[in-house]
């Protein structure tokens, strides 16, 4: 997907190019993907600029129990535990947003009540990892974590926390392996993406052409120029907006400055991977369908029957409840749940406000937790 829909992106450049002996397609095919993977550098770097200020990520400790080529599986150090919880990011960037610094950290939320915490960090691909797809990443990777979780806490079944794309993964993974996990919570992780369900799922479906989609290993700065054209109100403007307002506010200058590093963290993701999100869920919709294909199965809504809660911020374009109620409808199980929360200032992407946001930290996650221990 990368380079061809690099080509596309930069078609000023083309014209310029049609003179040359070298072939155009092929010649763009190759500079694009150069001159994302420069961004990409570039990006990171400015991320580090930030970092020597301070504001760089601030986790708690943990260790590597297990790993692929494009994952690994984090443990964190606890005392007395009391249940097991798997943490799916999303793929797209580094997972420390998770534990971004102590005042608005899920990962210590967690710790200090006594969960068991393990992470699966995605990996930038290597080998055989750069041609893996959705199957690869919602089922053998979070397939393998939660044996090694299982087999590890006396084969007690985990929980599984995703946020956005990293939650719908781990609902694909519980329509496929439900009697493998304990519950499901979903935060801000888009499940339906029909036509008109959110305005980023429009613009992105008509932004990216379906002859863009391909192979190769896409460079993360190339998905952060789509994601901006498909919703510039909500990774530009709206940001500069909270930037603006939080300025007199030293607690929401450094959470913004944290959440910006974090945002210049670029990481490739494998392109089929990329190809497999726009067409099978974005553009067809085949997971809220019921028709989406893992293992020669059809998976959809009727095959999860696990107790699920899902949190939606009403003020995130991202992932609106119209992204999530149609899905959480759907499933036959009564053991379902969604809080509604308002958003708030001061966070720079009101689709990172779950995860970052201190309101929502304070009222948000005593909920989870206690959902955690009585899931109903």
Not at 138 to 161: G, N, W, Y
Request: charged share 15%; net charge neutral; hydrophobic share 45%.
């Amino acid at each position: 997907m990368g380079t061809r829909l690099a080509s596309w992106l930069t078609a000023a450049g083309r014209g310029a190019l049609a003179r040359l002996s070298v072939p155009t397609s092929t010649f763009m095919e190759s500079f694009c993907q150069t001159q994302f993977s420069v961004m990409d550098t570039l990006r990171r770097a400015q991320g580090d600029a930030l970092e020597l200020f301070g504001f760089g990520p601030n986790e708690c400790n943990y260790h590597i129990v297990s790993s692929g080529p494009y994952w690994r599986l984090r443990e964190y150090t606890c005392g007395y535990a009391e249940m097991p919880l798997l943490i799916i990011p999303a793929p797209i960037k580094r997972p420390y947003i998770w534990d971004l610094a102590p005042s608005v950290s899920a990962v210590r939320h967690c710790l200090n009540h006594r969960l068991h915490v393990y992470l699966l960090e995605w990996m930038p691909p290597s080998g055989n990892g750069q041609q893996a797809g959705l199957e690869d990443y919602a089922d053998h990777a979070i397939s393998e974590c939660v044996a090694k979780i299982s087999s590890e806490a006396q084969r007690t079944p985990p929980f599984l926390m995703g946020h956005s794309l990293g939650g719908t993964l781990a609902a694909i993974f519980c329509a496929l392996e439900q009697q493998s996990v304990q519950g499901l919570v979903l935060l801000g992780a888009p499940h339906c993406f029909a036509p008109g369900s959110s305005q980023f799922r429009d613009a992105l479906v008509a932004l990216v052409p379906q002859t863009a989609l391909g192979a190769g290993v896409v460079p993360g700065s190339l998905l952060s120029q789509v994601s901006a054209l498909a919703s510039p109100n909500t990774f530009i403007w709206a940001r500069l907006k909270d930037a603006a307002l939080g300025i007199m506010n030293p607690l929401a200058v450094e959470i913004c400055a944290r959440v910006e590093r974090w945002a210049l963290d670029e990481v490739p993701l494998p392109g089929q991977l990329v190809a497999d999100i726009f067409q099978l869920l974005y553009r067809e919709n085949r997971f809220c369908q019921g028709s989406l294909l893992i293992r020669d199965r059809s998976l959809g809504p009727s095959c999860i029957q696990v107790p699920t809660l899902a949190i939606v911020n009403t003020a995130d374009e991202i992932a609106p409840l119209k992204t999530v109620r149609p899905f959480l409808d759907a499933m036959p199980i009564k053991a379902t749940r969604i809080i509604e929360y308002p958003g708030e200032a001061g966070i720079g992407l009101q689709h990172l406000v779950l995860l970052a946001g201190r309101q929502a930290h304070a009222c948000i996650w005593p909920e989870i937790v206690s959902w955690l221990r009585s899931p109903q």
